[in-house]
């Protein structure tokens, strides 16, 4: 038994029999026409198909414009990048940016936007995340509740300045603030030294010789007066001004939903 001959064009219409049409078969017989012109229908709707799919293959179908970026490859390049906005009343769009402060965001509905971040180091146990907020405020969490699978965003506003990784830990370490070391000792003779009774001092302690009698190391100081005082700034760094400790601003990030 042989089968019709396709053809890949899109028919007008469908032959519709008639009363008196007399049965025939064969490749040119009545019977096979209105088949035959819906095969040629479906493959047509294959073709097209086929072509259609070969747009979304990068090897069969290159970016023509490759200096500019495709959606999908946009889409994905800004998953996870800061959005620093202080507008007052700045609404962001929901399907494509969301808060940074511990967002809770379903995998069902960032579909694409999972499968990229879940292969960042930075992606840990919810549960571990929320035990030590502080700790592991740059990271991502995952768990499971009543509706479903789902991920944190990061929480940026517990910790002030963003660092590059490689420089003093690395990607999604936090670190906390601390004071710098400020040490310094003074020096002081014995009771039966003549002279000034402190020899000197050093690190952030000083000493001064607040007389006015005049008198040498090689003289009694017996009437002299002295202060001690503490200047930071000979080991630590200082400043004149105050600066300020942080920027208030609404934290987002690109987090597209959906599949790209």
Known sequence: MA???EEAVWEDGVYQFEQTDVVQGGPE???NVPTGQLANRTAYLKQEQ???KKKFDDEQTPNPLPQYFLQTELLRALVGTPVFNNLVGYIPNADLVVPSVGQKCYVSEYTTA???ISASINFIEEDTKAASPFEHAAKWGFGTDSTGDFFTTPNKPLYMHDKAAGVFGDAGDTKEDHLQNITGDLKIRGFN???????????ALRYRNDSSSGNTAAQSNIGNQYSFYIDTSFVVRTDTFTDTMGAFFDAFIWLPKGVF
């Not at 030294?193 to 690190?203: A, D, H, I, K, W």
């Open 3 to 5: 089968n019709l001959q």
């Open 29 to 31: 017989g009545i019977d």
């Open 50 to 52: 086929d072509n259609l």
């Open 114 to 116: 999972y499968q990229l």
């Open 193 to 203: 030294t003549e002279g000034s009774l402190v020899s000197g001092g050093s690190g």
